[in-house]
């Protein structure tokens, strides 16, 4: 009886090697312009409804709803606020400006963006939060083109398609909109993470309709790096693709 195991388990290494193989070779992903692989996706996601029902596993988690909009409700706009006075003060977020926040949840950053004025702030997940949060997928975003003049992100790491999140970003964008992300570079994300960002230069290779307007530090809920992006100008666009 023994030697029939054996002699089954060496036979079905092979096939096994196969299929561990085939599963890393179809969930490795290197986003363009990145050949250091300072952006990694992780492995393990077979199609893209397993990749949703996992981000979805956190988005309808009960106790963490229940954080969101209880303990850490006031503490997290606050944080938010703060933030954003300060993209105020450099001219980057105005009043008048159109926002939008991506993976917004149930809307910390939405009103806290409406608390310092910005009244025309809507955000965008998965599962909608009335009336501060729209029904969406970060990868295809089900806004028009040139909607917004600012947006604000600090879920880039749940990104599968990184190439698609941010080519949504600057579709929807306004010419000259502002995109402000935040990330963490010196600490991997938590579990429900679909990559892990070692640097900005992907990033900066990813917004190819953008330019860096800066990069610092910041103490965001795990996230230590804030990165903002100014969309080009059309007639910019057209002197850069006539250039190439």
Known sequence: ???????SLILSLPLLFFFFFFCFKTNTYT??????????IRPG?????????????KTLNPKLRKIWTTRDWDRKIQVFADFFQVLKQENLLFNESKALCIGARVGQEVE?????GVSDSVGMDLVPYPPLVVEGDFHRQPFDDGTFDFEFSNVFDHALFPDKFVGEIERTLKPGGICVLHVALSRRADKYSANDLYSVKPLV???TNSK???VRKVDGFGLDTEVVFRKIEKQDQEVIRGSR
Not at 1 to 7: A, D, E, G, R
Not at 31 to 40: E, F, R, V
Request: positive net charge.
């Open 1 to 7: 009886m023994l030697v029939y195991f054996v002699i």
């Open 31 to 40: 986003p363009p312009g990145n050949p250091n692989s300072d952006l990694k």
């Open 45 to 57: 996601y077979t199609t893209y409804k397993t990749y949703i029902q996992r981000q979805l596993n």
């Open 112 to 116: 806290a963006l409406r608390r310092i």
């Open 205 to 207: 290779n990813l917004f």
């Open 212 to 214: 860096v307007v800066h």
